[in-house]
């Protein structure tokens, strides 16, 4: 029997914000473990502390030495919290239109390989990705193009046939440029807090969406150029 086709180009997903309803677990439980700690950070810094490592927020804390004892609550309060883990409106409709579509579909997580695991498993997701490359798998993570790179040797398929990088962060955004690759700009304005629109526009997006059902008609318009009606049945917020 001839082995099974693989996909025609590939759609890589960062997970936390754009894909996953998660942005609260993460600020939450680090909040509440800087409380515990009697630190936090400055005002000015509170609205750029996502897609940073665990070092860089002790550091903006002013409490480098106290890395291991910031992980450990950190950690714990984030396990606690994965029960309560949700997809994206139209999260899960996006994901099988591209399998629909014979298009591939990865994660590219800044998050570490123990909570996106436990997260996909949550969700019912484990092995709906073709790829899922966490933190600690690539040497440099983004904003670095590694990953692309990575997802395309892994699919098979080469980086040029990449659709699109889908994030909601500046590092998603210049990773997928930085690869060469297409990129949209998640951004439904749940996350104001924590993002600063100015900034993730300067990292000069390809496209910006609100819903997953604009997500999917740029996917089609990107793997095909097809004039069908795209997204149908992908609900958006």
Known sequence: MPPAPGPTGAVVFDFDGPAG?????????REEAFVEMGIGLPPEKRNDTLSKSDRVYMEMAGA?????EFKA?????????????????GAMEALAWCKAEGIGTAIVT????????????????????????????????????????IVAERLG???GEIVVVVGDSSNDIWMG???????ILYNHGGHSPYRDRGKLMRAEPGY????????????LELSSGKQK????????K
């Open 157 to 159: 398929i080469s980086a």
């Open 64 to 68: 480098p030495e106290r890395l291991e």
């Open 73 to 89: 609550r950190y950690f714990a309060k984030l396990r606690a919290l994965i029960p309560r883990a949700e997809l994206e409106a």
């Open 177 to 183: 440029n930085a690869a060469g690759s297409r990129t």
């Open 21 to 29: 309803n998660t942005i609260w677990m993460w600020t939450e439980s």
């Open 208 to 219: 910006v969406a609100r819903d997953f059902g604009r997500v999917a008609a740029i996917i």
């Open 110 to 149: 800044f998050a570490y390989r123990w909570y996106i695991d436990a997260v996909l498993e949550k969700l019912g997701l484990s092995g709906a990705f073709d790829c899922v490359l966490a933190f600690e798998d690539v040497k440099n993570p983004k904003p670095a193009p590694d990953s692309i790179r």
């Open 229 to 236: 009606k795209a997204g149908a049945g992908i609900r958006g």
